[in-house]
DNA sequence: CTTCAGATGCTCT
DNA sequence: GAGCATCTGAAGA
């Protein structure tokens, strides 16, 4: 298959960000269906550098113990006491840093997708839900019904059930840069352009 | 379209 | 005890 490797996270982080976007997160739930859905905004977190990263300072706590796992380990934690974000940890082993996901949209199994999200099948979304169905990175969990029971899980290795895909990466021309989202405590580094997104939807 | 309050529980000081 | 890498529904422009 074409299951992206160790090799792929073990880059620098914000050349891992642009080059998620078009890649194919699949989630196989248990009784063995695989939603798929194909990312669409990703940002960069680097604990190095980055006082909005949770291990700024290779701080190492129980909750940012994943952030020094290998490359493409998947990080999920819970955030504001009901939602979940899914981070791809990057770099070498040791070196604290991971991609969040912020958003995507259906390949597969939409309508699971939208029972998880909406409690209804795809059909009979509102023209507003499907502008608003994983566009953010609680949305995009909560689709995925991914939580923190899926943290540490490997991304390269298919029997974890959580893995990504090759899929389409965009032409350059239309990737957009920004800043991150929701981190404005994080002084400088709230103006860091590490959020990468495709252009429409 | 926009702003805004409130939900809710874990994490770290 | 304070704060958080968010989302939703309600209300107003």
Same mark, same amino acid.
């Given at each position: ?57 290779? $701080?190492?706590? /129980?909750? #940012? ?7 493409? %380990? !998947?990080?999920?934690?819970?955030? &504001? ?60 969990? $909560?689709?995925? /019904?991914? #939580? ?7 991304? %390269? !290795?298919?029997?974890?059930?959580? &893995? ?38």
């Amino acid at each position: 298959m074409d299951i992206l490797t160790r090799d792929f996270y073990n880059r620098d982080t914000l050349t891992v960000a642009r080059d998620l976007l078009g890649r194919e997160i699949v989630r196989v739930l248990e009784d063995g269906t695989a939603l798929r859905c194909s990312i669409t905004e990703t940002e960069a977190y680097i604990g190095r550098m980055d006082k909005a990263c949770h291990a700024y300072g290779y $701080r190492r706590t /129980a909750r #940012t113990e994943t952030l020094f796992a290998p490359p493409g %380990t !998947a990080y999920i934690y819970l955030i &504001y006491g009901m939602y979940h974000c899914l981070n791809f940890v990057t770099e070498r082993e040791g070196e604290p840093a991971a991609v969040l996901i912020r958003g995507a949209v259906p390949i597969e199994n939409g309508d699971i997708i939208a029972k998880n999200r909406y409690d209804c099948k795809m059909e009979n979304m509102s023209s507003y839900q499907r502008k608003n169905f994983l566009n953010g990175p609680g949305k995009l969990c $909560r689709g995925l /019904a991914l #939580t923190r029971s899926q943290n540490g899980l490997d991304l %390269t !290795a298919p029997a974890s059930g959580l &893995y990504v895909r090759a899929g389409t990466p965009p032409s350059p021309s239309q990737i957009q840069t920004g800043k991150r989202i929701g981190i404005d405590y994080a002084q400088e580094a709230a103006d860091f352009l590490w959020r990468f997104w495709v252009e429409n939807n």
